[in-house]
């Protein structure tokens, strides 16, 4: 099993920056894709940014050259660097991982969720 810490989320005036984390820890897996969404009050969760296990990232279209999803391998950590930030980024924050459990032959491909951390944008 795969356990997620996320971090970063606070209050942050417009037009300013918030950096997230989430770290992810387990024995015998290979932590795939990682993602973060976003859920805002009365709205629907969606994709913010992924990043594929080889760096290859996808941007939702509101936050393309604002925010910059990375990842480092050697600690199974993904990071959301979020600039320029707007009111309507005010959501909460969740992270994704997809990950490989090997026990043995057998492959299990499973996800799991961050508990999520809360952005908010003041105007």
């Known amino acids: 099993q795969v356990q997620l810490v996320e971090s970063g989320g606070g209050l942050v005036e417009a037009g300013g920056s918030l950096r997230l984390s989430c770290a992810a820890s387990?024995?015998?897996?290979?932590?795939?894709?990682m993602a973060w969404y976003r859920q805002a009050p009365g709205k629907q969760r969606g994709l913010v940014a992924s990043?594929?296990?080889?760096?290859?990232?996808n941007y939702a279209d509101s936050v393309k050259g604002r925010f910059t999803i990375s990842r480092d391998n050697t600690k199974n950590t993904m990071y959301l660097q979020m600039n320029s930030l707007k009111p309507e980024d005010t959501a909460t924050y969740y992270c994704?991982?997809?990950?490989?459990?090997?026990?043995?032959?057998?492959?299990?491909?499973?996800?799991?969720w961050g508990q999520g951390t809360l952005v908010t944008v003041s105007s």
């Open positions: 387990g024995s015998a897996v290979n932590i795939n894709a």
């Open positions: 990043i594929s296990s080889g760096g290859d990232t």
């Open positions: 994704k991982v997809d990950y490989t459990a090997v026990r043995g032959p057998i492959y299990r491909y499973l996800e799991v």
